[in-house]
């Protein structure tokens, strides 16, 4: 089957979204099918990154075509993913698979069959009632062919609000690759005798780091490891936790290498708050299906995470992670 992927997102990135559509072609190649992965292609901050292949750790085993993108805001957005619609259905392929509603809708008018992925609701999104529109009028094609969600919470949010779709939806949680037998745990920073506890991602607000700051300042026979973050949001906490030298900051590193330090870890820290906030302003932790979680169990190691219905849809207190309130750090200590 000839599948064309499309992606509103630049590649490289140190977006999590990048790894998981980058890990999803990959799957679909490996099971035979035909696969392109289109995306627009603005000036990227990775500038140096010479293979894409390399960089997310995949086979080279699926196409990646780059369509230029106008500089023009909200309106080049919208461009790029009419664009991008009309050109994947030139190309003719068996379905059209993506993440943006207006590329999956355009797409579906030229004629091609099409599966929307969605991670929230559609009218939670940055354009809400543009979307919601343009997804109705989709899901009415008969070259709609299915919705794809991440949790069980996103299936029922669709059942209720899109009756019509109820029967064509698809829970498909994220997930992540085993760990290559021959990959040997990196050498971490600070000492090696202590417990090594170990987070990786984001350092916005909602993931918990100031969970973290403060389990580090309690703990002092434990090493913590952070990596990930944009380079003011580690300053900041280097700053903010600098009298302590049991934490440590590794800022963003290549998806890659991830694996090396993932293994080094003892224990896998998910301090997920209960508002997660999106550039849209919306809370997405009801409907999140977090890529860190699957990776973390990749690795075999210790995962304490936060207890949240969405985390209970994959991990079961006591039996494969600890799960504790994300608002009690003395339950975290204690963990």
């Known amino acids: 089957m000839e599948l064309v ?42 500038a140096d990154v010479e293979d894409l292949y390399d960089f997310y750790d995949v086979d080279s085993c699926f196409k990646i075509c780059k369509l230029a993108r106008p500089r023009l805001s909200s309106v080049g957005t919208f ?13 003719n392929p068996d379905v059209v698979y993506s993440r943006s509603i ?12 099409c599966v929307f992925e969605s991670h929230s609701p559609v009218r939670e999104s940055r354009f809400g009632r543009v979307e919601d529109t343009f997804f109705r009028r989709l ?5 709609f062919e299915s919705l794809v969600v991440i949790s069980d919470a996103l299936r029922e949010y669709y059942r209720e609000e899109y009756p019509e779709v109820r029967d064509r939806i698809v829970v498909a949680r994220d997930a992540a690759d085993t760990v290559d037998e021959s990959t040997d745990p990196v050498e971490l920073c600070g000492k090696a005798g202590p417990l090594q506890v170990g987070y990786v991602g984001h350092l916005y607000e909602g993931r918990g780091m100031d969970l973290i700051g403060a389990l580090a300042r309690e703990q002092d026979g434990a090493e913590f490891h952070v990596i990930g973050g944009e380079p003011e949001d580690v300053a900041y906490w280097e700053d903010r936790l600098g009298d302590r030298d049991n934490i440590h900051f590794y800022g963003f590193l290549p998806p890659s290498e991830l694996d090396q330090y993932r293994l080094a870890f003892d224990i896998q820290l998910a ?14 932790v009801q409907w999140m299906s977090p890529l860190k979680i699957f990776e973390y169990m990749a690795a075999g190691r210790a995962i304490v995470a936060s207890d949240l219905p969405a985390i209970r849809e994959i991990l079961t207190d006591g039996e494969t992670a600890l799960l504790c309130d994300p608002t009690d750090e003395r339950e975290w200590a204690n963990a």
């Open 79 to 91: 461009l790029v993913n009419y664009r991008m619609g009309r050109v994947a259905a030139r190309m």
């Open 271 to 284: 301090p997920y708050q209960r508002e997660i906030a999106t550039n849209a302003g919306h809370n997405t």
């Open 5 to 46: 992927y499309l992606a509103n997102c630049v590649l490289p990135s140190r977006s999590a979204n990048t790894i998981q559509i980058t890990k999803m072609c990959q799957a679909f190649a490996r099971q035979g099918h035909d696969v392109t992965l289109l995306v627009p292609a603005p000036p990227s901050r990775e």
């Open 139 to 143: 899901i009415e094609h008969d070259t």
């Open 102 to 113: 207006v590329a999956c809708y355009f797409a579906s008018r030229a004629g091609t069959d």
